[in-house]
């Protein structure tokens, strides 16, 4: 493929040895541009890193950059790079919430919260006790916000972060109050995980060997570095790499920043270095990039989004439910895909879930009917032996909502009839063994970076713009680059009767 004059521009600058920003619309040649670059400073007998969040998508990158570039996620640098005694902690047996909370001596804290009418004037205080639970989350996000930002050592104001976003109508005193007392606890946990004969395990948090190795000021050892996706970078990425004194190329889309509630920050506009544009997508037709045009425009982008110009490369179906000629459904979440698959399977079309774990998710089912059958059955079972019984796991979940080893689980199990989500998940599984799939389905995040032929977005995406009694709500701008990516991952066809009055809405 002959470089279109915007890769031309992007690699000449790239050449000159300076840091830049390359702003890639989806589709729009991203990773042939890094491509072109690498063979570029190749020639001039450079040797580069590339970085990626994602696993699955360093690994794509490392079969098509040259041997000139290495390849690596962020966290495998860290992890590389970090003393054994810290990453032997991610093996180590974790506090359950009970001992979390016997341990930390983490009793019920009444404070006052207050509500506001519509005109935003402040009702009478009520009484609220902060649980044990609550307390925990706290904890658990102020570490996070910690971890995600540049600060060397954890800080009050990390705490009052937390409390600021999970209470925020809990009176101003209530909240300083919490945000002190709680520090000193989290402090106390940040310093077990830094000392070699530490005892609190780190489970699934590999947070912290990255700002173990963050804090260490680390060189890495390149000439140059292509930082992708970087518009998902989080402030301590962002620390490492502008402290290295090689040429960092910052490639990603400002529009596709869909993890900021995992403490993503918008480098793509903040960093003050020369910027080269790709705005031509190769994946699919004109009409596609004109179909998502709203919605980038609504984001405030200035620059005109195109796509290929041959007639027919692109259909649009805008009125079709239910296709048969799928490559994949695109859903908002989790309990989307399932009833996506539950849907189709009722015809005999069964799909193949991307982000969903067959066996674990059949296992997990299981264990949490046996726990609320006989709480006694599951004393040695590794999530749920904290618990005294089923409505402890409930106000657990309600309370510290969000981890991932029991939320998605109980909501499933929660909202679905126990025989008919385990027969689906049981056909499914025995399907899997034939390898003979109708389509996949996944969520939109876990979309990024891919592409099929045949998309169709499923109907929980308007859940975020659309009250249940149909009136227009106030979605944040992540929901529309949620949005943006789901459309712009089909190549020959995109179902979009389901979202379809979301865009009509934007024009």
């Not at 990158?61 to 040259?66: F, I, T, V, Y």
């Not at 989290?186 to 609190?200: A, Q, T, V």
């Amino acid at each position: 493929m002959n470089p279109t004059v915007e890769q031309t521009n992007a690699v000449a600058l790239a050449s000159t040895g300076v840091s830049m920003k390359l702003i890639a619309f989806a589709g729009a040649g991203k990773t042939s541009t890094l491509i072109l670059i690498a063979r570029a400073l190749g020639t001039q007998n450079k040797h580069g890193l590339y970085l990626a969040f994602n696993k699955g998508i360093a690994s794509e990158a490392a079969n098509k950059l040259p041997n000139n570039v290495k390849v690596s996620t962020f966290h495998s640098l860290a992890y590389r790079n970090s003393p054994a005694w810290l990453t032997a902690k991610l093996r180590m047996p974790v506090l359950s919430p009970n001992e979390f909370i016997r341990r930390f001596q983490l009793r019920p804290i009444p404070v006052t919260a207050y509500d506001f009418t519509k005109a935003g004037v402040k009702r009478v205080g009520i009484i609220k006790k902060i649980s044990g639970f609550e307390q925990m989350l706290i904890i658990d996000k102020g570490l996070k916000v910690f971890m995600n930002s540049s600060s060397k050592a954890p800080a009050e104001r990390h705490v009052r972060a937390a409390v600021d976003e999970l209470f925020e109508r809990v009176d101003f005193n209530d909240k300083n109050f919490l945000a002190s007392r709680l520090f000193v606890i989290m402090r106390n946990i940040w310093m077990d995980y830094l000392n070699p004969e530490g005892k609190i395990g780190l489970g699934n948090n590999h947070g912290v060997y990255l700002k173990y190795w963050a804090l260490s000021e680390p060189k890495i050892n390149a000439d140059f570095i292509l930082f992708d996706e970087a518009q998902d970078a989080d402030p301590i990425m962002i620390g490492v790499l502008l402290k290295q004194v090689c040429p960092v190329i910052y490639v990603g889309d400002a529009h596709q920043q869909i993890y900021g509630w995992l403490g993503a920050v918008n480098v793509m506009q903040k960093l003050d270095v020369p910027v080269r544009h790709l705005t031509q997508s190769f994946r699919f037709g004109d009409n596609l990039a004109q179909y998502a045009q709203p919605i980038l425009d609504y984001l405030g982008e200035s620059n005109q989004f195109k796509g290929l110009k041959a007639p027919g490369v692109t259909q649009i179906d805008e009125t079709n439910t239910k296709p048969k000629d799928l490559s994949v459904v695109l859903c908002r979440t989790n309990m989307g895909a399932l009833e996506v698959m539950m849907e189709y399977a009722s015809s005999g079309l069964f799909a193949l879930p991307k982000n969903l774990d067959l066996k674990h998710t059949i296992s997990m089912l299981e264990a949490i009917r046996a726990f609320e059958q006989n709480p006694a059955s599951q004393k040695n079972h590794s999530v749920l032996k904290g618990f005294k019984d089923f409505q402890e796991l409930t106000k657990y979940n309600e309370e510290f909502y969000g981890d991932q080893a029991i939320s998605p689980y109980l909501k499933i199990y929660n909202e679905y009839e126990y025989r008919d989500i385990q027969n689906m998940l049981a056909r499914c599984s025995n399907q899997s063994k034939q390898d003979n799939w109708a389509f996949e389905v996944t969520t939109a995040h876990r979309s990024k970076g891919l592409e099929w032929d045949n998309v169709m977005l499923h109907s929980d995406f308007n859940d975020q713009f659309f009250n249940k009694d149909k009136s227009p709500k106030d979605a944040n701008d992540e929901e529309y680059r949620l949005l943006y990516v789901a459309i712009t991952r089909a190549r020959k066809k995109l179902y979009s009767a389901n979202v379809t009055k979301i865009i009509k809405m934007l024009h």
